[in-house]
């Protein structure tokens, strides 16, 4: 019983000085918009409260009605405290607003960009000035979309969508020729019979990742990463991500060049 208490109180100490050493700035987590605000809010609700138990403050959830708003959004100061971010968003923040990696989803993602079955799409290139689903722009997504087409009058007519099962509604119905989805969720789609065929999947990039913006210490942000990395699997169960796993900067080094050709790089 002395045990417990002594731990307790040394959690709460803990939480106590990381709290007053932001001078107890008001704690925020902020999502991509790969869903609608509210599926966002509701689907992340859980790490939002997981984040503000751990350091004892309420942590309230940041979302964005599209992408161009939150990249728009992206450098005003004072940013979130915590970000999940997919790779390209990580990187931008570690090299430019003086975030910090705390911790990731393990392994890597791909995307893959897909046509009806029906059809035959030798290459990307038979899809210029064709309508294209992805997330909106500068979604990992429509970035490696862009990507593929380097020239600028050579490109397909992106059409953004909400979320990978608008794409494949988009794809189905005949009002786009063509979708770049997550290559997980294709493979899923294909398993369970979804009439589609891939034209070509991009090489494999590091999974979403969890940040935090600058203020915090060197032995704030490793007493912070053992927390989530040691998170209970209740709550990732109830967030969809497999785990969290200790990353490095170096993984994500890089992935930041996909942004290089939006406005306000």
Known sequence: MVRQTRTALQSALWALSLVSSLHAAQLSLSIQPVLGQ?????????????????????CHIITSPNFIVYWQNMGRQPGPT??????????????????????????TVSYSLVV???????????LVGLPVASLGIPSMGAALLNRMFPHPTRRPIVVG???????????????????????????????QGADVSVVVTTPP???????????????????MRRALVNAPASLFKAIGLQRFVVATPAEYRGQDHVLKSYWGY
């Not at 009806?116 to 038979?126: C, F, H, I, N, Q």
């Not at 990039?205 to 007493?223: D, E, K, T, Y």
């Open 38 to 58: 509210r599926a966002t809010h509701k689907a992340f609700a859980p790490l939002a409260r997981y984040l503000g138990q751990l350091l004892g403050d309420p």
């Open 82 to 107: 915590f970000v999940l971010d997919a790779a390209h968003f990580t990187d931008y923040r570690l090299q430019h607003l003086g975030y910090h990696l705390l911790v990731k989803e393990p392994g």
């Open 116 to 126: 009806r079955g029906s059809e035959m799409v030798l290459g990307p290139s038979a």
């Open 161 to 191: 969508a909400r979320d990978a099962a608008a794409e494949f509604r988009l794809l189905a119905t005949h009002k786009v020729d063509a979708a770049m989805i997550p290559t997980p969720l294709v493979a899923q789609a294909m398993a």
């Open 205 to 223: 990039i590091p999974n979403v990742a969890l940040s935090v913006g600058p203020g915090w210490s060197a032995a704030q942000r490793a007493q």
